[in-house]
């Protein structure tokens, strides 16, 4: 059977318009990271481009890897050494294309983040809030969900892990706001917002305190895992529109 293949600056280009990656002013560079064959029949999707997943893709034959946390940060070392080193030998040694997409797979009204993890605990957006509207407000669906401790066993049940939950678990939900992986610091918008209880990925001391004092319940569900999801959809929506192969693999992180 013939493999279906993409060319690999075609799928820069898509991406790119896909995700509006122009317009958001992010911390890393968004796209094609490490640049790889030319011809991509084979995608493998991970969160973070950590070497275990980079390893997973070789088991897997892979054109590219497509993840939501990639490398040069702002502010990180430059130099090539250490883990960096190993990282970018295998990718260069084996010609496998890095693709890295943050910010744009966070706000992605359909693929993105947020909408993806809206879409898993049923919750129905109806405002944004915070810069750039990363922030999603809403309200969940079904009669089972009336409280906060309702709202923490879906995201048990959903996720697979329990919630740290800063609150009463009794309190009662109307509005709930959400924003995927280190959004800790948007608790403050989320209550400006109007939310009752606010969803994200980690958790710092200062929260604590906001969280308690302003009576907002704070759900802290994993960065990781809460992140999961973006990548997944855009690899089943490239694996749909191009006729590629795709798979996700999830190299598990408890934070």
Known sequence: MIRKTVDRDALVKYLAQKLNVEQYRDYCPNGLQVEGRAEIGSIVSGVTASLALIEAALDLKADAILVHHGYFWRGEDPRVVGIRQKRLTQLLAHQINLFAYHLP???HTELGNNAQLAKLLALTAHGRFAENDIGWLGRADGADLKTVGDLAARIERVLGRPPLVIGDPEQA??????????AQNMLADAIGAGADAYISGEISEPTVHLARESGVAYLAAGHHATERYGVQALGAHLAQQFGVQHRFVDIDNPV
């Open 105 to 107: 797979l966070d706000m």
């Open 173 to 182: 939900l109307d509005t709930i706001g959400w924003c995927t992986g280190a």
